[in-house]
């Protein structure tokens, strides 16, 4: 129900993001609504980026009930300014690969690599 399999429910318990799930007399584990939602939550949170460790900040906001919107607001503009600063390293590799790679489709000796050399090379790859 929640869309997560039991390895990972298990590390979420280990990492006391949910709490362990009750047997029944029979020995299965009966999840609750509110563990599916809790999951369902964490793993919403991952998609968007946040670590773990902040997943389970935002479990405790939320758990205050009472918590104003602007800390997370500002937990999620952080997270904001992270992904711009990886989509823009996203991009430089995109760029260096590239520029990397365009001597490659010219090459017609098989025993020789224009890549690798470089990657090898004293100039840094990310620089022209």
């Known amino acids: 129900m929640a869309g997560t399999g039991i390895g ?3 590390y979420y318990e280990r990492r006391r993001l949910v709490l362990p799930s009750r047997r029944t007399r029979g020995g299965y584990r009966r999840y609750a609504p ?3 939602r809790r999951v369902r939550f964490i793993k919403r949170a991952q998609r968007l980026g946040f670590s773990l460790e902040a997943v389970a900040d935002l479990l405790r906001l939320h758990a205050t009930h009472q918590t104003p919107c602007a800390q997370v607001r500002s937990r999620a503009e952080h997270k904001m300014q992270e992904l711009l600063a990886e989509q823009r390293e996203l ?3 995109q760029a260096a690969l590239r520029r ?3 001597p490659c489709r010219r090459q017609t000796d098989l025993r020789h690599c224009p890549l690798l050399d470089a990657l090898f090379g004293d100039a840094d790859p990310f620089e022209e």
């Open 8 to 10: 990972t429910l298990r």
């Open 34 to 36: 509110a563990l599916v």
């Open 91 to 93: 991009a430089a590799r």
């Open 100 to 102: 990397l790679t365009a």
